[in-house]
């Protein structure tokens, strides 16, 4: 999944988070702008698969969910900073990231990052490509010998490749899937999948360990009562990775 590659190290803070009741009011962190993980509807609601299961573990915990959009690259310091207490926003676990913040075990798991072009026979060695910026995705390609361009929001990159501005764009490639069906031929996948990422989890401060508890043992109940599985298929299809 999409996930950041920390350029600076975060300032640990003290939590303000505390679980005093059952109807403890929990801020969800998330984009807004990685469907189908995380949008915006049409009514200007969070949406997706991440506020439909995120809706779910808070009523399973007997928590009150009540989601703020930020933007991808200061989510991590926000969270940090307390602006809310999760991020559920389509985020890889990896060891860098864990050195700043906490994680529950995954709810979705490890899954390829792919390249799309528009057209056959592209340059990925050597030639243009683009990702979100401060994603392991970027990560990779400025390690890979092509040349890198970053964009803030992944609608950026993609559009990049529409304009010639990049001969492909590399990015999860569960987000990419719908993009090149619906682009009637326009787009295409080209080269081999990489896998990258340790699946996706939900990001918290390392001083939220009751919360922690609380959110892992609903995943553990969803992945058991197979309620987890018919998530992904609704919002990822037949062939998406399961538990």
Not at 123 to 130: H, P, T
Not at 172 to 189: C, I, N, T
Not at 204 to 225: C, N, P, Q, W, Y
């Amino acid at each position: 999944m999409k996930s950041i590659l920390l350029s600076t190290v975060a300032v640990a803070m003290t939590a303000t988070f505390a679980l005093a009741d059952g109807h403890s009011v929990v801020r969800m962190g998330t984009e807004g702008a990685y469907p189908p993980y995380n949008f915006i509807n049409d009514a200007g609601e969070v949406d997706g698969f991440e506020r439909e299961l995120g809706d779910e573990l808070c009523a399973r915990a007997e928590l009150t969910c009540e989601w703020v959009k930020n933007d991808w690259d200061s989510i991590i310091p926000n969270l940090v900073s307390s602006n809310y207490d999760t991020i559920m926003a389509g985020m890889s676990i990896t060891d860098e990231r864990d050195e700043v913040i906490d994680f529950t075990q995954n709810y979705f798991p490890p899954t390829a990052s792919a390249y799309v072009a528009a057209a056959e026979g592209v340059d990925l060695a050597g030639g243009v490509v683009a990702a979100q910026t401060a994603t392991i995705q970027a990560g990779y390609i400025a390690e890979s010998g092509a040349t890198l361009v970053e964009f803030a929001t992944p609608e950026e990159t993609v559009a990049a490749v529409r304009n010639g501005e990049a001969d492909a764009v590399f990015a999860d490639r569960d987000y990419l899937v719908p993009l090149v069906e619906a682009s009637g031929g326009e787009l295409m996948f080209v080269g081999d999948e990489v896998p990258l990422g340790g699946g996706i989890g939900m990001g918290l401060r390392e001083s939220d360990t009751e919360l922690k508890e609380k959110f892992d043992a609903v995943i553990t109940d969803m992945k058991a009562d197979g309620t987890l599985n018919a998530l992904l298929v609704k919002w990822f299809g037949e062939d998406t990775a399961q538990y």
